[in-house]
């Protein structure tokens, strides 16, 4: 019975030492992530300067309408008459009509401002986040138009699905307080 | 002027062709005489990271009522009450992100690699149900879980699982968890929320053959309680472990196990042990052999698994984007394959040396073959200790609830007489004839 009794408090004695150690492995392991752990989330964007305009964002988000949106820097458009990206590779005319577009939503909407400047704007609830004139303002134009992840669509999933299927490695994780990345004239 | 830039792009369109993708300044933005203010592009925020906290506090207020209602109250509708609360809150309303079961990856992430700092919200997510657990046991399963939530509610019509396939399908859960490190730990993947497969019900979108998935596993948990959460879920496996060691536990019975039987089947998640017979004197011997020669066998099978993860190596690193990318851009220069994808166009765009890409991806390769041997070792560990397991006699003397296995739904209670005459619905004094 004595022998009995030994073994039950043997079992105990070790049953809390694993439990203390668990306690302490579990400190170890935020006392080791806390010491890099930011209070600021993070979110997904795409580093527009990475970019290779492949598609996938249209179709790769979790979301049936992609999180992704065309975005417009206007500050690097060059306000071209002639954009590329958007009028179709062979437009019959340079005019807004639809069989001229390249966009396949017609989404950009181009206005006249003073001669021979044109505005092109993106009607978000249109754009499917394609990236044809991405590519197109890209080849022929100065790069203005380009894909960002647009944060009041997006879920913030764990593992961007988008960002798995990216062939460029474009998406990266950046602080919720800076979620955008504008393209700009003075990159490098 | 127009025409001047019709004219340009005309004579440059072969050398502007060349640098693809890049922003160059080709046409000088103009001074506007018209008065034309220039917008600026429109920035719509990412939800504050103050609601992340409160998302965080949710966690927790709902860990400590559920640990109540579990270990205190023992009231099986209050749990599933809870339990749909679960469903709607972290399921249905935030979209199944952050979850502390994808959260474990992120927290790996960020030890083995340097320049990913996790959000603290993640690591109290990680953090939270596994202390829970230490204390209280599974009561994060039980009614805080939202995967586990929508198993189960569909759970109608429980089927028992034999316990040696029970125990076999388990395995997987462990390599799940193994792989979920390994993949994680190299920044290659992360598996655990590619394959989730509620998260797609809960977002009421995403790929169809994820979608097509959980409906099998819905289907499925018709019958079998909960087949994700026992087969296949990796931070079960965790929360597992540290159940074995809690302080406080689900219990059948509040206060005396009376052996009527009545709970044998009310659980089905097969988590309910009888109580063992004496230990059979005459196989003494036979036992004690086997259960030297399994523990030796520990770190023979511990080897093999380890040599054979490390082996598998070619095939586990192709998870990593890098890795996929060289193979292409390798058989690209070889002539094995014609054409070009995406990756690789965009990769020869960069500029970048290939020998460099090469480089870089062998790196990650050893990665996998160091790590394989980790995971194959773990792998390799948990069917020894199974064995083990399996071999040694333990005695008990009256229906438990598994530590590790129990989901603490609180099925059992209403099963037990003496809980009847703890809530005085029937007069003390039954049990004791």
Redesign the interface.
Known sequence: MAENNNDVTRRHFL?DG??GA??AG?GG??G???R????????WQID???????G?CATYC???ESAVKC????????????CFGFLGPQPFEINEAAENQLCPTGAIKRTF?????Y?Y?IDESLCIGCGKCVKGC???????L?LQV???R??????C?IA?AC???AYK?VP??K??I??R?D?A | MARLKYITICIFCPLILSCVAAAVERFPPPDFESGYIQPTPTTPQPRQSFYEYIDAAVLFAALCLSSYLVLKKRNRRAIFVMMVFSLLYFGFWRKGCVCPIGASQNVILSIFDRDYAVPVVVVIFFLLPLVFTLFFGRTFCAAVCPLGAIQDLVLIKPVTVPSWLESGLRLFAYLYLGMAILFAATGSAFIICRYDPFVSFFRLSGNFNILVLGACFLIVGLFIGRPYCRFICPYGVILRQLSRLSRWRVTITPDECVKCRLCEDSCPFGAIREPTANWPANVYNIAKKRLTFLILLLPVLVFIGGLVGSGLNPVTSRTHATVRLAERVYQEENGQVEGATDASTAFRATGKDVEELYEEASGIREKFGFGGWFLGGFAGLVIGLKLVGLSVWRQRADYEADRASCLACGRCFEYCPREHVRLKKIKEGISKT
């Open positions: 049953r694993f439990w668990c306690l579990l392991i935020v080791l992530v806390s890099k752990s930011r209070g600021q989330n993070t979110v527009p300067y990475k970019c290779v305009a492949c996938n979790v979301l049936e975005v417009h820097a206007y500050a690097v458009c060059g306000y071209c008459r002639i401002v003073e001669d021979p400047y505005e704007t890209n080849t022929f134009g100065n790069g203005s380009f647009r944060h009041d997006c879920l913030n999933c764990n593992e699905s798995a062939p460029s490695g994780r919720a307080d979620p955008y504008i393209k004239v990159h």
